[in-house]
């Protein structure tokens, strides 16, 4: 392709990213260096690293960031392992396929405070499932802490666990058919055949899905927002939701720009590993 092609295809791109990514950034790093609250929002007071020394130094900053990386932490391996799962029974069901595909699609491609709405209601007093809970278990859902944590990651799982089952489903279609039959041939059992043909086919795959879905969960803040009703008793804070609380309940529109800055860091530090993994992978094909 001719250099004079490339940049054809490429500038489109790159001036969508530099005006809705680059920019932003950077205003966010400017803003982060000033004192901005409803007073001076006219002339913001310059304060160079101040703000993020705040933001280091505030004990409900590092406890949002422990429970977002406990959150991470749990819902990404739970959300390949019930993709891969979900994948692998779409590969063996043909007539209800499109059926099971388009319902486990529902709550993806719902708009996320709507479909968190109806994920509450559904716990909630008189809702269908607490009322389930309480008959067959006599469970009182009681929204605390750990009760809404808990509701954070299986919501997440609810909503997200469809992409990764697509992706690995859409792996599967590729796996050569020559390969299955030569291990059915030589007497290997399924999980055999699970775990030395399809898993190293989908390898690429798994570091795709692990890739976006912790940038996902570094960044969730529609259901926290939803779930805890933003009721300071419960502690269910994410740096997303406390950059939030920051900027509009706090009014301290410096300290969480500084803190989204910091979450972007935090993010990129978190995708190292992915990204090693990745540019290996691609040393190794070429």
Do not use: C
Not at 78 to 100: E, H, N, S, T
Not at 133 to 147: D, G, K, Q
Not at 154 to 182: C, D, N, Y
Not at 239 to 264: C, D, Q
């Amino acid at each position: 392709m001719k250099r004079n092609t490339f940049f054809g295809f490429v500038t489109p791109s790159l001036i969508v990213m530099v005006g809705l990514m680059v920019l932003p950034l950077l205003a966010s790093l400017v803003l982060g260096l000033h004192r901005i609250t409803i007073r001076n929002l006219r002339a913001p007071a310059w304060i160079g690293l101040q703000n993020y020394e705040d933001v280091l130094s505030d004990p409900r900053f590092w406890d949002s960031l422990e429970f977002t990386l406990i959150f991470i932490a749990v819902t990404v391996p739970i959300r390949m392992l019930l993709g891969l799962a979900f994948a692998l029974l779409l590969d063996q069901i043909v007539k209800w396929r499109g059926f099971f595909i388009a319902g486990s699609l529902m709550p993806f491609v719902l708009t996320p405070v709507v479909g968190t709405l109806i994920f509450r209601d559904l716990f909630d007093i008189g809702g269908p499932l607490s009322y389930v809970l309480n008959e067959l278990f006599n469970f009182r859902m009681i929204w605390n802490t750990v009760n809404v944590r808990v509701l954070i990651i299986i919501h997440s799982l609810w909503v997200s666990t469809p992409f990764a089952m697509i992706v690995f489903f859409a792996g599967l279609q590729t796996l050569p058919k020559e390969r299955l039959e030569a291990a059915r041939v030589d007497g290997a059992s399924w999980l055999k055949q699970l775990r030395h043909i399809a898993i190293p086919h989908l390898y690429s795959l798994f570091v795709f899905v692990a890739l976006i879905s912790t940038m996902d969960s570094y960044r969730v803040l529609d259901s926290v927002l939803v779930l805890t009703r933003q009721n300071p008793q419960i502690d269910a804070r994410t740096v997303m939701y406390y950059s939030f609380l920051t900027a509009v309940e706090f009014r301290r529109w410096g300290k969480a720009n500084a803190m989204s800055i910091i979450t972007v860091v935090g993010i990129f530090i978190v995708l190292i590993p992915f990204l090693i993994m990745t540019y290996r992978d691609q040393l190794q094909e070429d």
